[in-house]
């Protein structure tokens, strides 16, 4: 069946680096986009980051853009978040779902709806 993994939170003091990972089975991964949202504590889940089936087109949320990298090694069924300069703010759970078709897209990547496979989420705390 289809399934997604995250790995690689932790905790981390601001100014620091984690790159999560989410690793894929059950399906092609080739064919679809990737998206990676997250959830901190009494807020709703929001859109960080997308990447197409292809690896060509990458959407961030204004709140990561320049910290944020998102790749994906499609022979290792993987992508990755690369977070860089961390701050509090960045403290969440951290999730990957799958989206719906192979694109990226800056217009929908931040609506849950458009993505149908989520994983289990990884906690990154940012703290002093």
């Known amino acids: 069946q289809v399934q997604l993994v995250e790995s690689g939170g932790g905790l981390v003091q601001p100014g620091k680096s984690l790159r999560l990972s989410c690793a894929s089975s059950?399906?092609?991964?080739?064919?679809?986009?990737i998206g990676w949202f997250r959830q901190a504590p009494g807020k709703e889940r929001e859109g960080v980051s997308c990447i197409s089936a292809s690896g060509k087109s990458t959407y961030y949320a204004g709140s990561v853009k320049g910290r944020f990298t998102i790749s994906r090694d499609n022979a290792k069924n993987t992508v990755h978040l690369q977070m860089n300069s961390l701050k509090p703010e960045d403290t969440a759970v951290y999730y990957c779902?799958?989206?719906?078709?192979?694109?990226?897209?800056?217009?929908?990547?931040?609506?849950?709806?458009?993505?149908?496979?989520w994983g289990q989420g990884t906690q990154v705390t940012v703290s002093s």
């Open positions: 779902a799958r989206g719906r078709d192979k694109y990226c897209s800056g217009s929908y990547y931040s609506d849950p709806f458009q993505y149908d496979y």
């Open positions: 059950g399906f092609t991964v080739d064919y679809y986009g």
